[in-house]
């Protein structure tokens, strides 16, 4: 029997590289790259400011995600192809709302969602130790497999549908509440929104039961693998010590440039420097960005790491979706049960 939609007609959305490159492998001719990892950085509602501002958070005008193109021609029906990653997850929402700005009703949106691959053994128990998981691609499935999801696709009820779109809304919002609220309390259809928070989570400032500030998660780990020693941020991700997988489970969905990124905003971060940056092995500019400094805690940087913070500016601010965590105009902080509150 023929298949319901002919591949080589409809237009897909890819959330990286290596599935679009495969979707036009097996026939696809229209393909809308939309490859960005937006669980970090900032979010825009405004799909103009939203484009300035990841470039600008990127360093960066190549155009990889080219979702609001005005040159993007929606032919029906759309097909938005999504694995398990909380990337794409995020990305596929963002796509919902985006589609149903230019018009094109959720009943011609086919949205092919792929399950997790199955790993080696080996790598399946270090995979189920991860609280959250951004490693799965759609192109980690044959070309077979694509195609037989071509035969079956259909659409999403409106109802989860308008739940993604919803869920976008919140998550570009100035104020993270509500979204960290949906997903302590969950949405029906989006089994991603627990662990989605277990990983965003990682990067607000907390306070502890006895109203301490403390450091993000993911500052305090990055703070202590710094040590009076210059190390490049390749030597950073890579030191063995009792936080390394817990540095990679989260750099698993930052990508590793997240993390000379990070350590930046520390290197310029007001008069009284906690992280110090000098010159690295490679050139600036010429493609090795965790090779190209080296960074150093100072005695300010380590009573930060110890002894916790006295305001929430004693260290950089970092843009996550719609808010800003160590924000000094709109703060926020986590609590020990995982809540967001005012500090």
Known sequence: MAPLTDIRTATHIAFDAPTAEQLLRIGATHVV???????????????????????????????WDSLYSPEIRWDLPVIPWVSSSLHERVSLWRTCSWLRHVGV??????????????????????????????????????????LACIEKASPWPPERYDRAVCLWDSYVDETPLP???????????????????????????RRTAGGALRLSRFDEITLSRLSSEWQTPAGVAAQTSETLVDMWHLLFCTGDLFLPRRLEHWADHDSS???????????????????????????????LR?????????????????????????????LEDGRLARP
Do not use: N
């Open 105 to 146: 009703a959720c009943h011609d949106v086919l949205i092919v969602e792929l399950e997790p691959v199955v790993r080696s053994s080996v790598r399946s128990r270090e995979g189920s130790k991860r609280p959250f998981d951004c490693s799965q691609s759609v192109s980690d499935h044959p070309d077979d497999a694509l």
């Open 306 to 334: 110890d002894r916790g913070l006295e305001q929430l500016t004693d260290a950089p601010s970092l843009p996550i979706a719609g808010t800003e965590a160590y924000s000094a105009s709109a703060p926020w902080v986590l």
């Open 273 to 303: 420097t906690a992280v110090e940056r000098a010159p690295g092995p490679k050139p600036p500019g010429a493609g090795y960005p965790m090779l190209s400094e080296v960074y150093r805690l100072t005695e300010r940087g380590t009573r």
């Open 33 to 63: 790259l939309a490859s960005d990892r937006l669980l970090t950085g900032p979010s825009r509602r405004s799909p103009l400011e939203h484009v300035q501002e990841r470039q600008a958070w990127w360093k960066s005008s190549e155009l």
């Open 179 to 205: 979204f960290a609220e949906s997903c302590m309390a969950g949405v029906e259809g989006f089994p991603e929104l627990a662990p989605l928070w277990a990983f965003l989570s990682c990067f607000f400032p």
